[in-house]
């Protein structure tokens, strides 16, 4: 009988991780806001966020994100951040990103896409740890 629960369980996980790898979609970089990682042209694969599973959205991950200035444009973005606030969001080219130097904290509800990797995958590693520039990054914590 205590076997049962865990055949379900087992069940509906592998279920949910089926529908999750169907769930595939490419996405077409259209701005320079995360050159030279992303240019123009380039193609994501990118899977849904699955929830608020812990570990998933940490710094260096990139994101689709529905822009807080337009819900209807999604942008692609690396989290730099993690705080109580949401996530802060930058592009890695600074002269060409709107992010969250000018949206603040970005709440995490409004990821609506993984970037998995960039198909073909040919130049940098599409994930990695954000270098912080001097006078770019999140605010400093309040006290």
């Known amino acids: ?6 055949a379900w369980i087992a069940a509906a996980l592998g279920c949910y991780l089926g529908m999750l790898a169907a769930d595939r979609a490419r996405v077409v970089v259209r701005g320079h806001s995360m050159s030279p990682t992303l240019l123009p042209g380039d193609v994501l694969l990118t899977v849904p966020v699955p929830g608020p599973l812990p570990g998933l959205l940490v710094p260096g991950r990139v994101v689709l994100v529905a822009d807080p200035e337009d819900d209807a444009h999604l942008v692609v973005k690396r989290v730099a951040a993690v705080g109580a606030e949401g996530l802060w969001l930058e592009g890695d080219d600074p002269a060409h990103s709107t ?3 000018r949206w603040g904290w970005v709440p995490r509800p409004r ?4 970037a998995v990797r ?4 040919l130049r940098t590693p599409l994930h990695r740890t954000p270098h912080h520039r001097a006078g770019h990054g999140p605010p400093p914590a309040r006290r």
């Open 118 to 121: 960039r198909w073909p995958q």
């Open 99 to 101: 992010d969250s130097r």
């Open 1 to 6: 009988m205590g076997r049962r629960p865990a």
């Open 111 to 114: 990821v609506r896409r993984l």
